[in-house]
C-alpha cells in the first residue's frame, strides 16, 4: 500500500454514537498520529543525513516547511530524528504509537540537557538510567513539561556530585526564544543564570516603577505593562543607559509603497500604522525605502539621527524630564510637537521630552502639545479627561505654576 493510500483510509474512520466507542476510536487515531510523527522524524534525519537541503541551499527544517509542516513541527522531527541515537526503548514506544512527539521530544531534550551538565564523557549506562527515568514518567502519564523538569532536577544532582556549576550559575544553559505572533506582535520566553537575570532585573526595575499621571492620578498601567515599557526604554539606549546629550540607538528601516504611502512596513515586525511611524520618526535613525508595484526599491533615504548636539541638550535643560509623567531625561525620547513627517523642524521651539509611554499615548490618543508663550510645552489633555481641554504646564514647571 503506498503511503498516500493510508489518507483515504484515515477519511473514511466512523465515529460512533456511543462514548466509549467515540473515545476509542480517537485512542486508536492517536496512536496512528504517534506512528506516523515517529516515521516523520526518521525521515527528516534521512534528509539531514544525505544534505539534501545543502544541496537546495537551504535547511532541513525549511525544507520540510516547504512540503507542509508547520515550522514548530518540522524542528521537532529533526531535533528527535538526530537526537533519538541510542535512546533505543524510547524509539520503540515512538515507532508503536505509544507516546507523542511532544513526549519523545521531552526525552530526547532531557538526556541531552543531562549530558551537558556532566563535565566529560558519559557513559552508555548511564544515559540508559537518565533514558529509563524519563521514559518512565513518560508512561506513567507525566506531561512533556513536567518530564523536562525532572530532566533539569537530575541534571542539577549530577553536577552537584561531579564539580559541575549549579544551574543557578551556568551560563551555557541560557536560552531566549521569540517568534512573531499572527496578530504582528512578538512573544517568547527566556531562561538565564542568576547574574545575567540580576542584571536584567536591576536594569528594568527603576524605570517600571509607577509614575502620576500629569493631573496626579495613579499610574494605570499594570505590573507587566510597566515592565514591557521599561524593556522598550532598555532597547532604545543600547542596554545599560546614555549620555543625557546623545540620541537614542534604535535605528529603523520603514518600507512605504509608492502607490500607497500610508501603509508603512518594518523590516521584522510587519505593517504598521502612520501614529506609530510618526512616533519613530521623532528620535530614531530612519532610512525610508520607497517601493514600487513590484515591490523594486525607487527612493531611498538617507537616516537622519534626530534632535543631536547641541538643540537635544538644550531640551533637556530646558524640560528636565518626560513633560507629562516626569520620568527620566535619560529616559525620554525628543518628540516632533508639529510631526517631522509633516514637516516639523527639528528645533528647540518644536521639540519636548516625553517618555516611552506618553510618548505612545499622545501620538496614539487625544494628548496634544503646544508651545506656550512663555517657550515651555503645555499639554493639552483629550476631552474625555477634560471636557474644556485646558492647557496643563510641563511636569517640571507644575509646582511653579501653582505656586504663582
Known amino acids: 500500500m503506498a503511503v498516500v493510500d493510508l489518507v483515504d483510509e484515515v477519511i473514511g474512520v466512523e465515529f460512533p454514537d456511543d462514548p466509549a466507542g467515540v473515545v476509542a476510536v480517537v485512542k486508536d487515531l492517536i496512536t496512528v498520529r504517534n506512528a506516523v510523527e515517529s516515521r516523520l522524524a526518521a525521515g527528516a534525519a534521512v534528509i539531514d543525513r544525505l544534505g539534501v537541503a545543502k544541496r537546495l541551499g537551504s535547511t532541513t527544517s525549511k525544507v520540510l516547511q516547504a512540503n507542509g509542516a508547520a515550522p514548530g513541527a518540522a524542528a521537532r522531527w529533526l531535533r528527535i530524528g538526530t537526537g533519538l541515537a541510542g535512546l533505543d526503548r524510547t524509539a520503540g514506544y ?11 521530544d521531552a526525552i530526547v531534550r532531557g538526556v541531552g540537557h543531562v549530558r551537558s551538565r556532566i563535565p566529560g564523557e558519559v557513559s552508555d549506562d548511564f544515559r540508559c538510567e537518565v533514558e529509563g527515568k524519563l521514559l518512565a514518567h513518560a508512561i506513567s502519564g507525566a506531561p512533556p513539561a513536567e518530564i523536562g523538569r525532572i530532566a533539569r532536577t537530575v541534571g542539577n544532582e549530577v553536577a552537584g556530585e561531579q564539580g559541575g556549576v549549579p544551574a543557578a550559575e551556568d551560563a551555557s544553559l541560557n536560552t531566549l526564544d521569540y517568534a512573531a505572533t499572527p496578530d504582528g506582535r512578538l512573544a517568547g520566553r527566556f531562561d538565564v543564570d542568576a547574574v545575567t537575570g540580576e542584571k536584567f532585573m536591576s536594569a528594568l526595575d527603576a524605570w517600571s516603577r509607577p509614575r502620576p499621571e500629569p493631573d496626579g492620578s495613579a499610574d494605570t498601567r ?7 515599557d521599561a524593556l522598550h526604554q532598555l532597547l532604545d539606549c543600547g542596554g545599560g543607559g546614555q549620555s543625557l546629550i546623545s540620541a537614542p540607538r534604535t535605528e529603523v528601516a520603514v518600507t512605504v509603497p509608492a502607490d500607497h504611502p500610508d501603509l508603512a512596513s518594518l523590516r521584522w ?3 504598521v500604522t502612520e501614529a506609530t511611524a510618526a512616533a519613530l520618526a521623532c528620535d530614531a535613525s530612519i532610512t525610508s525605502i520607497t517601493l514600487d508595484g513590484q515591490q523594486v526599491p525607487i527612493d531611498l533615504s538617507p537616516p537622519k539621527r534626530l534632535f543631536t548636539g547641541p538643540v537635544r541638550k538644550a531640551i533637556l535643560l530646558r524640560d528636565t524630564c518626560c513633560i507629562k509623567c516626569g520620568a527620566s531625561a535619560t529616559w525620554s525620547d525628543c518628540h516632533h510637537i508639529v510631526h517631522w513627517a509633516d514637516g516639523g523642524p527639528t528645533t528647540l521651539g518644536n521639540g519636548c521630552l516625553l517618555c516611552r509611554t506618553c510618548h505612545r499615548a499622545v501620538h496614539h490618543t487625544d494628548w496634544d502639545i503646544t508651545m506656550g508663550t512663555d517657550g515651555h510645552p503645555w499639554l493639552i489633555p483629550p476631552a474625555d479627561i477634560d471636557p474644556t481641554r485646558q492647557p496643563r504646564p510641563a511636569y517640571n514647571r507644575r509646582t511653579l505654576t501653582l505656586a504663582a
Not at 515512538?94 to 519523545?104: K, T, V
Not at 499594570?222 to 514591557?228: C, G, N, S, Y
Open 222 to 228: 499594570t505590573p507587566t505593562q510597566r515592565r514591557a
Open 269 to 271: 515586525m510587519g505593517p
Open 94 to 104: 515512538f515507532r508503536d504509537g505509544f507516546l507523542s512527539a511532544e513526549h519523545i
